[in-house]
């Protein structure tokens, strides 16, 4: 599900093209491994392939929480290997990691499409494969977990869109015309995010526009200033992340609007805003949690024959607005 998007490239995983510029140098023929040392268990020796980079905020506290959990349940990551966001630097990495003969990976893929050969590689060498924040393969639902995982742990991506409908319900009872700001063309989150939200709110609000705002601020402020001048009657609007709320909030403001904001993702910009009163409200979205979950389940499949495969684990990303602001600590 890919940044934003800090959120990764979202799911299309992916994506995303964002504006996030990718950190830490590296190349596919010396690819970088940053060991973690965890204590080593029966035959519990895992890999990190964060394909998506540690050079985005949210796969790298993804990171971060599978290293935490793999120190707590005993499992000694043997790679932590930094794909930067390129298909071709994490393909390297997947032969490397292979090469280590590991008993499970844990997968935060640059690209949902390409990732489906990676898990086909991995499981042909006998490696137990979780993915997490990113749907493996391409056009898949979210429902749809690709057979060769043993999991796909994931935030809810269309319960966040149910979640943001209901919230905007409660603060706008009234209904009336609202817009929806959805990431760059492509995403599988553009879909996700959304389709529950129009469900949720069907008779009571009527979208009036929706446009992309690219994941970030500046591209949200002006896809919000550009329908509220086509439409200054808006009570609400709908940014798909937290960064193109902001921005969004800043056309709210700017055209004098009382349009509320919601966004998607728990960020410390967007956790800020909501405390400064800007955002109404979001969905707070915890990689650190999320990736400790990602390495319980990988461990449950590597010990447990009957585990099975294609688990679809969600875990909890609570509705947030200013009453309850203190219960979503920023994890990226």
């Known amino acids: 599900m890919r940044r934003g998007l800090g959120l990764k490239r ?3 995983y992916v994506a995303l093209a964002g504006a996030v510029a990718l950190a830490l140098a590296g190349c596919a023929s010396e690819p970088e491994n940053t060991a973690s040392s965890g204590s080593k268990s029966d035959g519990c020796r895992i890999a990190i392939d964060n394909g998506s980079g540690t050079g985005f905020p949210f796969p790298n506290a993804g990171a971060q929480g599978i290293e935490e959990a793999a120190k707590s349940i005993g499992c000694e990551i043997i ?9 071709q630097t994490e393909a390297a990495n997947v032969q490397n990691i292979i090469a280590q003969k590991p008993d499970g990976v844990v997968m935060i893929p640059a690209n949902a499409a390409e990732a489906a050969k990676f898990v086909d590689q991995f499981t042909a060498a006998g490696i137990k494969v979780v993915s997490y924040h990113s749907i493996i393969g391409a056009d898949r ?6 057979p060769k995982l043993s999991a796909l742990v994931i935030e809810d991506e269309t319960g966040a869109g149910e979640q ?4 905007m319900l409660k603060a706008l009872p009234n209904g009336g015309n609202v817009a929806v700001i959805i990431g760059a063309p492509g995403y599988a989150e553009n879909t996700l995010r959304v389709e529950k939200f129009k469900t949720a709110t069907a008779g009571k609000f009527t979208v009036v526009a929706e446009q992309p705002g690219g994941w970030v601020a500046d591209q949200g402020q002006s896809a919000c200033a550009s329908i509220l001048n086509a439409h200054p009657d808006l009570v609400g609007i709908y940014a798909i992340s937290d960064d193109m709320g902001v921005g969004c909030q800043k056309a709210v403001a700017a055209a004098k609007s009382k349009a509320l904001v919601f966004g998607v993702g728990g960020s410390k ?3 800020e805003a909501i405390k400064d009163g800007g955002l109404t409200g979001t969905i707070c979205y915890k990689p650190v949690d999320g990736g400790k979950k990602a390495a319980e389940e990988l461990k449950k499949a590597i010990q ?3 585990y099975g495969t294609a688990k679809l684990v969600f875990y909890d990303t609570p509705s947030i607005d200013k009453s309850n602001v203190a219960d979503c600590d920023p994890q990226w």
């Open 10 to 12: 979202p799911i299309t």
């Open 79 to 87: 790679a932590n290997l930094d794909g930067k966001n390129d298909v």
């Open 141 to 146: 639902k979210i429902d749809d977990v690709y």
């Open 164 to 167: 943001t409908g209901q919230a």
């Open 269 to 271: 910009l967007g956790v």
């Open 304 to 306: 447990d024959e009957n």
